[in-house]
């Protein structure tokens, strides 16, 4: 199939693209490598993607007679849409940013599929938008109504809207739940870069909520894989759904909503362990509260991912580790 990923060179979508291909796939990436972290690292992502079979256009997702004429002359049937400001904490500070990229961007997506008959449109979403909800494991089918950051509220509004597109206009669209997701060619405002880098330079970490946070850390490989076998299932109406008793996670509509996620929550300090281990030695800790628009634990429910494309993410944290820490001393060219 022809596949269009946006946010090609980001963490996710450079892994993705690289699947996608060995598939025999034929990739067109959009992505702006702007400079929310160092453009070299996604710069350096691009040059790993060595196939005929991938292009890529350099616009942002707000430009929308650009975002218009890439699927006018590629005419992708499958969108995948990655392209995001991302980061819960950075929300607090550039509140605008997120508006412009993951509203504004996603309508013009949503358009663009509308409009150039796409036949399935795939986007990420965050284990974020569970904000205040406590009750664990995180269910699809639990209600989203209080984000606890601007980030959050906008990958709500993306799954709304993107219902509204598969209601109004028969646009097939899944939703995927994102749950802390870690490995090789990570980002570095991403708490294992951030905390390796640390703790070999042997400077402290910031451990938020004094260490008392668990988090269901989810391998890349485990999210690409997943994305992948979604990409052959198409999102349909649900037959049972009902407006008496409404179910989040689908519709009359095309539509679905998964969490993608380890079903294996860690606690931040057994994370901080794994880490430790590999580099051999200990990290200097600065223990922190919880910072705002954060929350103490996460937990996918991931049983219906499980049902419909029989895959369950089961990456330990110590394979992750182990295998996000070689990539980083490899890349950074680090003596131990």
């Known amino acids: 199939m022809k596949i269009l990923i946006t946010g090609a060179a980001g963490f996710i979508g450079f892994n993705l693209a690289g699947k996608l291909l060995f598939q025999n796939h034929q990739v067109i990436g959009i992505d702006n490598l702007n400079d929310y972290y160092e453009v070299s690292l996604k710069e350096n992502r691009l040059k790993e993607i060595k196939d005929a079979n991938f292009s890529l256009h350099q616009i942002d997702l707000e430009n929308r007679e650009a975002i218009n004429g890439v699927f006018e002359t590629e005419k992708p049937e499958v969108v995948i849409n990655l392209a995001a400001q991302a980061g819960v904490r950075y929300s607090l500070e550039n509140p605008h940013a997120y508006i412009e990229s993951n509203i504004v961007g996603f309508v013009n997506i949503l358009e663009a599929c509308r409009h150039n008959k796409v036949e399935q449109l ?20 639990d209600n989203i109504d209080h984000p606890l950051s601007l980030y959050a509220a906008t990958k709500k509004a993306n799954e709304l809207m993107a219902h509204t597109y598969s209601s109004l206009y028969g646009i097939p669209t899944t939703g995927l739940r994102f749950f802390t997701v870690y490995g090789p060619w990570g980002r570095p405002d991403m708490a294992l870069f951030k905390f390796t880098k640390n703790i070999i330079e042997g400077k402290p970490i910031d451990v938020y909520n004094n260490g008392d946070m668990m988090r269901d850390f989810t391998y890349v490989d485990d999210i690409v894989e997943a994305i992948s076998r979604l990409v052959e299932k198409k999102a349909k109406p649900n037959p049972e759904w009902s407006g008496k008793n409404p179910d989040p996670s ?8 998964y969490n993608i996620g380890n ?23 600065n223990y922190m509260p919880l910072q705002a628009g954060d929350v103490p634990a ?11 494309i029989d895959f369950r993410p089961q990456t ?11 990539w980083y001393i490899d890349y950074y060219k680090v003596k131990l």
């Open 250 to 257: 689908s519709s009359y509509a095309p539509y679905k909503i």
């Open 263 to 285: 079903n294996s929550p860690v606690s931040l300090m057994e994370f901080i362990e794994a880490i430790e281990e590999k580099i051999n030695k200990k990290a200097i800790k």
């Open 298 to 308: 996460t937990y996918a429910n991931v049983e219906d991912l499980f049902r419909d």
């Open 316 to 326: 330990s944290i110590k394979d992750g580790v182990g295998k996000f820490v070689d």
């Open 122 to 141: 795939i986007y990420a979403s965050s284990s974020s938008v569970y904000g205040a909800n406590t009750s664990l494991p995180f269910s699809t089918s």
